[in-house]
């Protein structure tokens, strides 16, 4: 639905919304022949899909497989295929860091180089992230005319360097040629702006004070930088919606894309009982609460079915906590499908379900990809989940007399 | 679908379509867990739905509740997103009164005044249509340069004021303040036109005459106007087509929207019975026969469970005669969901059937919200009823060779 009409029909309503999202919901059938979600025990989620509406969501389009800013944009009613995050700014707003619009973000990557300059390893052997943490410190003081920089670890030789200063231009290419045996690539200028022959420049004058500086280092001597981006522009959420939106996730890139549409983030510790514990102590303060489950996800990433079957049974076994906040409408999403077997992302539909008063129950009776089919809410672009939402929340009023 | 593609590949043909509009059709579960369609005893509608195909319109978009005029416009095949009847527009044709394109209208309530000119009562405590009537016949021949006017009493203190003339905008602002204990507004330009500029003050002068001829009553002393708007401008819908179009509605609203888009307007009478005899008298006359039937959107609206169920056999039982016409295709849609228990629109997908030799049975055998989920049409926007009807009837040529 498009933002502007959101904006004319959206009203502001007392009522709360629990909007979780279960990261990697949606799999492909396992040894058993269910899928994880059909084979974990889940009967608190099978009852609210019993009681409320049951569908699927396509995440961006058919045959796309979202990763996790696509997947997180629509089921918070942005066209991902209009706004996108960059992955450098995904990354740093991923460690907390509050991206302006002078900054200019990057991943990096710490890397073992020969002596002739190649690649032995791009990954430094996985260093430590508290080694790529002090390595970063060192890195923090590079002088450059006019631009600062934030150098910041993010985990094992993982880190984000963020270029700030006027006019910088995401439109420079990567370093890091992503494979071993060759030279990192040199920064250069992807169009033929003055911006971006500067920002190539003052790139490359980092990179080679850089690489002298790490140059005595055992391993991770050198750097490679890739997904160039500045901060993206996104209507601000709570504006769009006229409530009040808390972001309560564990993992720092979920509260970062929250962050960017303008959720304010409360602090979520390591735990789901921490991330209920928040909800509870912030339930007064907010009308909509994105809560964010990672691990349905990591278990599929990991090719691990079992893991993923406990995961969700794990994330439903705190379904009668989350209930007894009473919210008014309560949602359960996938911002897409991370089927074990595939040890990935998928472009697979997610399963989704609405609870609430104003939820037309459908006849399925358990929560899961082949019981959605038969729901309510049938196969629809994950985009349109908030209006839907927020219409069960008495949060849209009437289109036309 | 794009209208100017359908007016490539539409041709007449003699076949008759009887496109039924049960207005409020949708709901939710009443007490017994059935929606009032499933509770309902429908006997012809579960025989068309078991014969023909069946499926769940989304009248304007996920979780959009629409109102009674992009409601059907969607089912007369306008995107009710890019096409908008205004407030008063639908008004003035709501009361059967036909706009111009030199006509501006709005809806006016009369109000109740304190000597300081502070609204008391915006709604005049709701004063009896008559003595309504009687003050709008005072208000109309107030004297303005070039430019008429018409004011008429809809219903209890509302009315509608038309101004005809050359060149006038709807884009001026409302004088009613939509709450009380504050004065009246000033009608002005919203923007720096000479149209604007003119109209805002034609409205003012008009106003000014009008409260001074209210000024002695005890009630209605003042008014308020707002919704101002023009004649829509809409494709013609027997042009789009290319067949002859009636429309048989006992409300004048319906009659109203009917008119805006092109249909003739047959004399439909006050109850069902005259309605089928209207169709029976013109059957030769038209292709395609809109037939409107209000009264399940109304017991919705008085959230009256069991009288929407009553309202639903009573169409049922008309069925039969409907069908001795011997029409080649039946639809029966909804403009959108009247759930009893909301007593107010909603945005909940409507149950559609389409009948006719040429349609694809499924494998439901009954009309309903949930038997629809399993049907052939699936979950479609409304808009693309009108297409899929008017193939079912041999009236859309192939696209491309």
Same mark, same amino acid.
């Given at each position: 639905m498009d933002i502007e009409l959101i904006k004319r029909l959206s009203q502001p309503s007392e009522q709360k919304v629990l909007f979780c999202v279960i990261d990697g919901l949606g799999g492909l059938p396992g040894p058993t022949g269910e899928t994880a979600l059909e084979a974990a025990a889940t009967p608190n989620l099978d009852r609210l899909a019993s009681e409320g509406s049951q569908g699927r969501t396509?995440?961006? =389009?058919? =045959?796309i497989t979202p990763g996790s800013g696509p997947g997180h944009l629509a089921l918070f009613g942005y066209d991902p295929l209009t706004y996108e995050i960059g992955r450098g700014a995904l990354e740093a707003t991923g460690i907390d860091f509050t991206l302006t619009t002078n900054d200019l973000a990057a991943r990096g990557n710490l890397c073992d180089l020969s002596s002739e300059g190649l690649i032995t390893d791009r990954r430094a052997g996985r260093l430590d992230t508290e080694i790529t943490a002090r390595v970063c410190e060192s890195l923090s003081d590079i002088a450059l005319d006019q631009i600062s920089t934030h150098v910041l670890a993010v985990r094992e030789q993982r880190f984000v360097v963020i270029f700030r200063g006027d006019e910088l231009s995401d439109d420079i290419s990567e370093t890091d040629p992503q494979q071993e045996n060759v030279a990192a690539l040199t920064c250069k200028p992807l169009n033929g702006t003055i911006q971006a022959e500067r920002t190539a420049s003052v790139v490359r004058r980092w990179v080679n004070a850089a690489h002298e500086r790490l140059s005595g280092r055992d391993r991770g001597n050198g750097l490679l930088l890739r997904g160039w981006s500045t901060r993206p522009t996104l209507p601000d959420f709570s504006e769009i919606w006229k409530m009040r939106s808390a972001a309560c996730a564990v993992y720092p890139m979920y509260r970062g894309v929250a962050s960017l549409v303008g959720m304010e983030i409360v602090d979520a510790g390591l735990t789901i009982n921490d991330q209920i514990k928040q909800l509870e102590n912030q339930w007064d303060d907010y009308e909509f609460f994105f809560m964010h489950y990672k691990y349905a996800d990591s278990a599929g990433e990991d090719g691990d079915f079992g893991a993923k079957v406990q995961a969700i049974e794990e994330f439903d076994k705190s379904v009668p906590e989350m209930l007894a906040l009473e919210p008014d409408v309560v949602v359960v999403a996938g911002d897409h499908s991370t089927p074990a077997v595939m040890a990935a992302h998928s472009w697979h539909p997610v399963p989704v379900l609405i609870h609430g008063k104003d939820a037309r129950s459908d006849l399925t009776d358990s929560f899961g990809e082949r019981a959605a089919i038969g729901g309510e809410l049938g196969l629809f672009p994950a985009k349109e989940l908030m209006p839907l939402t927020l219409a069960h929340a008495g949060k849209l009023a009437k289109y036309g007399a």
């Open positions: 396509l995440p961006v =389009g058919f =045959g």
